[in-house]
């Protein structure tokens, strides 16, 4: 029903023009303001950078003959500050090779040629202005997903890794060099990717090299390219990593196995950016953002004269250090979820999930090969596995790189359970126990436990079936049911885990549902819970 009130028109997109010639400021304003645009005008370079700082614009027109800073001089500017704002080149000079140019080196959107036609302009307007509309969206996306525990390749809802997520979009947009450091096999390369995917550049190319693995006599080559002839084998020209990586992002892996001789011509490299071939007697002039990661110390690195101080500064502008997996247990399921979907589709199997032993066990192990160790574990148990879930017997973890699993401890009469236990094993526990008390009279257990002589019977033969030694522990006295005991083990785990189903179901040792059920069952309630 018509109220009579206005709704609320939506917000005009705004361009900001950059000409120095006032007549043709005022014409293209004048016929973008009819078109429902909002405009603001520049008189050069300067002046439109100043101006951004108030009027964000949404696209950028500019004239690229101006005095103090021109429109070649304006798009450089703003490609170092990687500004997302699209920009439309206006030319003169009548040249397709210069203004194709302009698109390709300086990342403009577009460019016209002058005098400028309203009926060319405002089509162009309205693909910059869809193309950063995407952008935008793109990031917010990107965002979402993050909070969601994935970020492009990259896998954790732990706030170590929800903190690395939010170091990555920071400096994404920026041309900042970037440090990454962390153990082997945590992901240094997926975080170094996903920073260029995020970046402006990811259009251009990613390169990775890793220094580690390139021979002594090699690796200047490798890094800075050569002309033919300029050592023995050296039979054609050869563009080095910085060449190819030109436009884009160069990942120097391991750092710090590079020669000390190597890192002094590396910082020259990074400070103006121009590399000379092996052979050549001229500098090329490249752009590329440099990613450097380590697995080792940096400052424990300079102090044993392996990596240089003033290249360790000139790399270290923006930091990200990645926990091991040890250290975040709780992205272990999450993790492995992805592979499992990923290597379905590469080894056509079907596997569906983790048995929620088989998830107990990838938790409580130490992974001193972090997240590649687990990928290996997992393509193992999914090529075993083909279909269905995977079992325990699909895996093969070393035990000695387990962390003991939370056990019973009996005190006479007393028992006492850890949060953290397995159900099956406090279960176990307290029929022991309660056996032990009533000298083996399996009838007089039953009783006091509740349940009838075939279910204490059942229990035992699937106790027997789990264990390897056929030992047990248990509770506390006769008084007590089998289902007081489940009913307090539950809610002492719920309450560890924060209220959490799905996080106490995989510290229980049982599907989510299987909790569920059980816990409607027991009567256990949401207000048992926080009592509790």
Known sequence: MDNGAEMPSPPKHRILIVDD?????????????????????????????????????????????????????????????????????????????????????????????????????????????????????NEQLNRE?????????????SSGMQGVFSLI?????????????????????????????????????????????????????????????????????????FEQSHGGTLLLDEIGEMLLQTQSKLLRVLEDLRVRRLGAKTEIQVDT???????????????????????????????????????????????????????????????TDLMPTVLQRLEDHSWPGNVRELRN?????????????????????????????????????????????????AVEAYIQLTLTHLKNNRREAAAALGISLRALQTRLDEIHARSEDGSTEAAENEDVTLEDVEVEHILRVLKESGGMVSKAAIRLGMPRTTLNAKMRKLGISRQDIEAG
């Open 21 to 137: 010639d006032d007549a043709q400021c005022q014409l293209l304003s004048d016929s973008l303001s009819a078109e429902g645009y909002e405009t603001g005008t520049a008189n050069d370079g300067l002046d439109a950078l100043q101006k951004m700082e108030t009027f964000d614009p949404d696209v950028i027109l500019t004239d690229l003959n101006m005095p103090r800073m021109d429109g070649f001089a304006l798009m450089t500017e703003l490609r170092r500050r990687d500004s997302p704002t699209p920009v439309i080149a206006l030319t003169g000079f009548g040249s397709v090779e210069k203004a194709v140019a302009i698109v390709h080196d300086l990342k403009a959107f577009w460019f016209l040629e002058k005098p400028v036609k309203m009926g060319a302009l405002v089509p162009l307007v309205e693909r910059a202005l869809s193309q950063h509309h995407l952008l935008r969206e």
């Open 145 to 157: 997903l993050s909070m969601q525990g994935l970020l492009g390749n990259l896998v954790g809802k």
């Open 169 to 241: 979009r920071q400096v994404a947009p920026s041309s900042a060099a970037v440090l990454i450091t962390g153990e082997s096999g945590t992901g240094k390369e997926m975080v170094a990717r996903e920073i260029h995917r995020l970046s402006r550049r990811a259009a251009g190319p990613f390169v990775a090299v890793n220094c580690a693995a390139l021979p002594e006599t090699l690796i200047e080559s490798e890094l800075f390219g050569h002309e033919k002839g300029a050592f023995t084998g050296a039979v054609e020209r050869r563009a080095g990593c």
């Open 289 to 351: 953002r440099v990613i450097a990661a380590t697995n080792k110390a940096p400052e424990a690195a300079i102090q044993q004269g392996q990596l240089r101080e003033d290249l360790y500064y000139r790399l270290n502008v923006f930091r990200i250090d990645l926990p091991p997996l040890r250290e975040r247990r709780e992205d272990v399921a999450a993790i492995a979820e992805v592979m499992i979907h990923n290597l379905n589709r590469r080894h056509g199997t079907r596997v």
């Open 377 to 425: 574990v997992i393509e193992r148990a999914v090529i075993l596995a083909h279909e269905g879930p995977i079992r325990t017997d699909h895996l093969r973890l070393d035990r000695s790189q387990s962390i003991p699993l939370p056990v019973p401890r009996q005190v006479g009469d007393t028992l006492t359970l850890e949060p953290g236990l397995p159900l099956s094993k």
